[in-house]
């Protein structure tokens, strides 16, 4: 027999146990405890598809050993390109997921509704220091070749994981006055404090060690640009070849009355962003050794002053932020990202010629078109942005609501990552004024990566792969033993056609006869599920459906166990195959042949003497013609609801008849009747 092959599922590995630090109490998160990594296979992938960004459905199960406040988050991939979002568990033995139709509010409970899911996250907290908002994060490699993470807040340089304790923060150097921005040359490490306070800068000798400040120099923002480093005291802009021996030409930038807040490099030129606007430096090319610098006004914004406390070169374009969202000037090109976007959040599109059709089927489904909505409360401030090879994340601050926000921008789409709470209506902390000034995207080597940021006072962290980087295979990381996750139902387009169902076939990893999946099974309206079978051996194997099993829909529930709690391998299923067959529809007719002639005789035995053959010819002929259901009634006197195929009258004649009626016509009609 000949089946059809349809792959239905992904690869899906258990919940990460322990993956970072222990969370400071004040935080209120427990250790993200659960996670399933997707990947897509074709052509299940075109049930929910948004371009090259896809929506998934996903339940996980309210029966898991949870603790409340866990975290949960999921890694699809769809052809090596990562997706992202993740859910969170609010109150034990549930979790809560952020769903199509009710965008950034949070809904406990296992939800079988689509999920929305993007890369990798991961819910950590350090030790904080309750005294100041972080103002910016920087990697650096010392003397000592040991690389760390630094940040800067309101009085102080932290570091990352020093000698008084693994995977904290520690003062690495009180500055007395906030750290506007930390920048790494020439194997120095620079922190610009402000146009009244020396800038520092730092060796790595360890830590704590090697900091010096420089007399009589000041800074409140770096740029590295043409084997240079730049700096811009207030608004006078100089450059300098060595970081420490400063002197030379310099410029003044715009207005004398407000700072240069942000410079880069880009695309071979030096910008420097104002609240007035943005300018471009030139210098001579004997500069620094003799000549000035000059600054020519490139973007006017003298009409909406705000903050631009960052720069950004990425993928060819130049980003920064507006008062009302995030300008990009690419190719000579200015326009303003976040209100070109189409915000298409839970909206759900009607089938059209546009919507993709489901392989096998000729229905189109309905698809959610984007992720959680995105919304503007008022003004808001757009405080920090960090590129990656696949993306911008943004952080957001609202103080009107005492809001923040991180956002995700892959270069034409925009997705919500991450919102403070107001108030701890959610079963959360209270997270208002929490907000959000800094973020940073660390790169671990070998695809793995951290994103960085301050929720107020304190520090949170999550995985973000660098690149294709599957986090189920880092040996670093620890999997809870049991995990599950359901699929979405299977059909072939049209609920009314069968299918045959015959076995699944398992590609998987890690299989052993400890280390298992468990499949089961539910078919059309069953609330109750089946099990199909377990899974313990890798990478292929299959599982077969009792035979004569149809259904018009299927769906799955993937258990996998892992033998332990603290295993560094996750069982992992990487595609699940369905092989069925479908069924041909059935459909019950009535074939009748008819008499059609005048005086043509009644049931009762009567004739008709109110139509002639002619009337009746008309009367079946239209039949052919009306699409409308009605009632027949068989010789046995059973009544069916039909509707008619076919109706074909055959040619009349003449039949003689003695008496005082004379002559008749006479005929037959052949009529072909669908019960509906």
């Known amino acids: 027999m000949d089946y059809t092959t349809s792959a239905v599922i992904f690869r899906v590995a258990i919940a990460v146990d322990a993956a970072g630090p222990t969370p400071g109490a004040s935080i209120g998160f427990a250790q993200p405890t659960i996670r399933a990594e997707l990947d897509l296979f074709s052509p299940f992938l075109d049930r929910w598809r948004n371009d090259d960004w896809f929506w998934y459905e996903v339940t996980f199960a309210a029966g898991l050993a949870v603790t409340a406040g866990n975290w949960y988050w999921t890694l699809i991939y769809n052809n090596q390109n990562p997706t992202l979002h993740w859910a969170e568990d609010q109150n034990l033995g549930t979790v809560a997921t952020r769903s199509v139709y009710n965008g950034a509010v949070w809904s406990n409970g296992a939800a079988d509704y689509p999920m929305m899911y993007k890369l990798g996250f991961q819910y950590n907290a350090s030790a904080y220091f309750p005294d100041s908002f972080v103002r910016c994060f920087q990697v650096f490699r010392g003397l000592d070749d040991v690389e760390r993470l630094y940040c800067g807040d309101g009085y102080r340089v932290k570091v990352y994981g020093t000698s008084s304790g693994a995977n904290t923060w520690a003062e690495a150097n009180s500055v007395g006055v906030p750290v506007l921005q930390m920048l790494e040359f020439d194997n120095l490490l620079f922190v610009a404090l402000g146009p009244t306070t020396d800038l520092y800068y730092h060796d790595g000798t360890s830590a704590v060690l090697g900091w010096t400040q420089l007399a009589g120099e000041q800074a409140n923002a770096f740029a590295v640009h043409d084997n240079m480093l730049w700096k811009a005291d ?59 610098p000059t600054c020519n006004l490139v973007l006017d914004f003298s009409t909406e002053r705000c ?18 969202g995030v300008y990009e000037l690419k190719s000579g090109v200015l326009r303003n990202i976040w209100t070109d976007k189409v915000d298409e959040g839970a909206v759900d599109v009607q089938p059209s010629p546009e919507v993709e059709r489901f392989p096998g089927g000729d229905t189109p489904y309905r698809r959610p078109r984007s992720w959680a909505p995105l919304y503007d409360e008022g003004p808001v401030a757009w405080t920090s942005a960090h590129g990656t090879t696949r993306g911008i994340v943004f952080a957001r601050s609202n103080p009107h609501t005492e809001t ?117 099974y539910r078919l059309d309206d069953d609330a109750s599920w089946t099990a199909l079978g377990t899974c313990d051996t890798s990478p292929y194997e299959e599982l077969e459906f009792a ?48 008499q059609v002639a005048d005086l043509v005789e009644r049931k009762n035995g ?35 609801t039909v509707r008619a195929m076919a ?18 016509l006479e005929g037959q009609a052949l009529v072909s009747l669908l019960e509906v």
């Open 234 to 292: 207030y608004h006078v802009v100089e450059g300098c070849l060595t970081g420490l021996v400063w002197g030379h030409g310099t410029v003044d930038v715009g207005d004398p009355g407000t700072p240069v807040q942000a410079m880069v490099s880009h695309g071979g030129k030096l910008y420097c962003s104002k609240p007035e606007g943005l300018y471009e430096i030139s210098y001579p090319d004997t500069y620094p050794t003799s000549g000035n």
């Open 404 to 520: 923040s926000d991180l956002l995700w921008y892959d270069g034409r789409n925009w997705f919500s990552l991450w919102a403070s709470g107001e108030t701890d209506t959610d079963g959360g902390p209270d997270e208002s004024g929490e907000y959000v000034t800094a973020v940073f995207v660390q790169d671990l080597g070998g695809g793995r990566g951290r994103m960085w940021w301050n929720r107020g006072f304190a520090i949170d962290w999550c995985e973000w792969p660098t690149w294709t980087k599957a986090t189920y295979d880092d040996g670093t990381v620890e999997y809870n033993r049991y995990g599950q996750v359901t699929t979405p139902w299977f059909s072939l387009g049209q609920h009314t056609k069968e299918m045959l169902l015959y076995k699944v076939g398992v590609v998987s990893r890690n299989l052993s006869g400890t280390v298992t999946v468990d499949v089961s």
């Open 647 to 664: 109706v074909t009258v055959q040619p009349m004649r003449l039949i003689e008849k003695t008496g005082p009626l004379g002559y008749r």
């Open 547 to 594: 035979a004569g099993t149809t259904a018009r829909r299927v769906q799955f529930k993937l258990e996998l166990d892992n033998a332990n709690s603290t295993s560094n391998t996750s069982a992992t299923v990487e595609q699940m195959d369905l092989l069925y067959q479908p069924l041909s529809e059935q459909s019950k007719t009535h074939q009748l042949i008819l």
């Open 307 to 324: 903050p631009r406390t960052w720069l950004l070169d990425w993928h060819s374009g130049l980003y920064f932020p507006g008062l009302g």
């Open 606 to 640: 009567t004739p008709d003497r109110t139509r002639t053959a002619g009337d009746l010819e008309v009367a079946l002929t239209g039949l052919a013609d009306d699409p409308t259901a009605f009632t027949y009634e068989d010789v046995w006197g059973v009544q069916h």
